[in-house]
């Protein structure tokens, strides 16, 4: 097969790091090779050279064997370079064929041609095998049907190369499933497909070949199959990682949360959550399943203050905080991991040290009445940064800076430093590598034993029969189950998940 891509001796630096230290890497037509690595290992970086968002300090690029100065994206699209980001790059009020046609839209006279623009996108949604509508709006679709939105502009600009950036990391095991099949479809057209990503199932699922890259340096290059997820594992993180979440028995004590029919809507002011009851108690983790959408978003915001609910009651200790502010909700002994990042975890503009304390910088030592303590902030920042292993040159720099998985376990830091009574944990270990997701789910577990009330929520099965010991399932807005850890697999919640039913001998029932 011949090399459609080849990138020789890329060096990349920022102020206080290495990005990518001299690195080769090559793609063959009609493959999908995947880029491995930790957080901040260089694979973003990587490929925003190799798509003109970024220019190395030395290297060459070589397009179809002929050296190409990639200056900026349009160069890349020129070249037929596409790339999805992690953060996806969408007008939300605008309907899917107005995004996939933006900048190149189809002419009437001077007007733009929506009924062509609609036609163009149906045959290349089509095409591929993606189910779409071109008139829906962006804010109305799921994270999954944005992210084919993404593939589709890409395609539509003709792309032959397909970048995806932590293509998995939003999806749910349904979405990921349709994605191995979309990525089998443009193989089958001869594209090439480059995911970066850090789940190894995924990578053995979907990639011919895997390119593993740590500390900015490439590791190795192996053929799929002729590796498995352990030696991948190590290859990545530089030492053996345990996939496996050892923890004892739970000690389960008094009550923490109380959830007594809670309603809450959407924004689009639809009932999202529609009566449901539930109770985490000290020394347990009750993990929450479902298919993105049903409601877990709602809730959780309504737990944090984040939205008011229509009716019912939240008890914290037997205090009542239905309704309260987020930093009233936060100060009576709450700790969140927002499922969001970027929009609610972190300030981007700001440096690590102020992200840091945010929702604590008004307590003391970190406040001295109306002046903020900023030596005991920076100090209790570094320690936060060591314990918690985030990779960064120093705390002064911007939360923007950092890669999507740092930025996650700054936030996880920051929430169970807090050391807070319950501790809400919302798609933890979204788009981090085996490395940090194998330390978070320690700390959570930790956090348990101390005695903590931990509820969990993650669209990643694996993880919610890893860490759990009791298990709920969200479906259209209800809770339609409880299972015991050791009463649930993998198809009894796939089942409650899609809206069917166990009866009490546990045999399966399906929701006409």
Do not use: W
């Not at 109305?140 to 932590?166: H, N, P, T």
């Amino acid at each position: 097969m011949e090399k459609v891509i080849e990138m020789v001796g890329i060096t990349k630096v920022f102020p206080g790091t290495i990005a990518n230290d001299n690195v080769n890497f090559e793609l063959l037509q009609g493959e999908t090779h995947v880029l491995l690595g930790e957080n901040g290992a260089g694979k973003t970086t990587l490929m925003n050279i190799l798509y003109g968002l970024y220019q190395p300090e030395k290297g060459e690029i070589r397009v179809n064997g002929k050296e190409a100065k990639i200056t900026n994206p349009n160069d890349a699209i020129k070249l037929g370079i596409g790339m999805v980001h992690q953060h996806f790059m969408l007008v939300s009020n605008f309907t899917i064929a107005e995004n996939i046609v933006l900048g190149i839209e189809p002419k009437k006279g001077l007007k733009i041609d929506i009924a062509k623009a609609c036609k163009d996108v149906k045959e290349i949604a089509d095409k591929y095998g993606f189910n779409i509508n071109p008139k829906d709006v962006i804010e109305d679709i799921s994270v999954g049907q944005q992210q084919k939105v993404e593939i589709l502009k890409a395609l539509y600009r003709g792309a032959d190369v397909l970048i995806l950036d932590e293509p998995t990391a939003v999806l749910t095991p349904q979405e990921i499933e349709e994605l191995g099949v979309i990525i089998n479809n443009l193989k089958a057209e001869g594209k090439s497909v480059i995911l970066i990503t850090h789940k190894l199932k995924e990578v053995m699922k979907m990639s011919d070949r895997v390119t593993i890259i740590r500390r900015g340096k490439v590791t190795g290059t192996v053929n799929t199959k002729e590796t498995n997820i352990d030696q991948l594992a190590e290859l990545m993180v530089g030492r053996k990682v345990t996939l496996v979440v050892n923890k004892k028995e739970a000690k389960v004590g008094k009550e923490i949360l109380n959830i007594e029919n809670i309603e809450a809507k959407d924004h689009r002011g639809i009932m999202a959550v529609k009566g449901v009851s539930l109770a985490v108690r000290a020394g347990e983790i009750v993990g929450i399943a479902g298919v993105d959408g049903n409601g877990q978003t709602e809730l959780v915001e309504v737990l944090t203050g984040l939205r008011k609910p229509e009716s019912g009651k939240i008890t914290l200790n037997e205090i009542d905080i239905s309704g309260k502010s987020p930093r009233k909700i936060a100060d009576s002994g709450v700790g969140h991991i927002p499922e969001d990042r970027q929009k609610r975890g972190l300030i981007l503009q700001y440096s690590l040290f102020e992200n840091a304390v945010l929702g604590t910088y008004h307590k003391k030592p970190f406040s001295k009445g109306i002046v903020m303590n900023y030596n005991e902030i920076r100090t209790y920042c570094k320690n936060i940064i060591e314990e918690f292993d985030v990779r960064t040159p120093n705390e002064e720099v911007t939360a923007a800076s950092l890669s999507g998985g740092n930025q996650q376990k700054l936030i996880a830091a920051r929430e169970i430093a807090k050391d807070p009574e319950l501790l809400i944990a919302s798609q933890p270990t979204r788009g981090i590598d085996v490395g940090a997701i194998e330390y978070i789910h320690k700390r959570l577990v930790q956090e348990r034993d101390k005695g903590k009330a931990v509820l969990l929520i993650s669209l990643e099965l694996d993880e919610i029969l890893a860490l759990s010991d009791r298990i709920a399932v969200m479906y259209d807005g209800n809770i339609v189950d409880i299972l015991d850890r050791k009463d649930a697999d993998e198809k009894k919640l796939g089942i409650l998940m899609a809206g069917g039913t166990l009866d009490k001998e546990k045999e399966v029932k399906t929701v006409e």
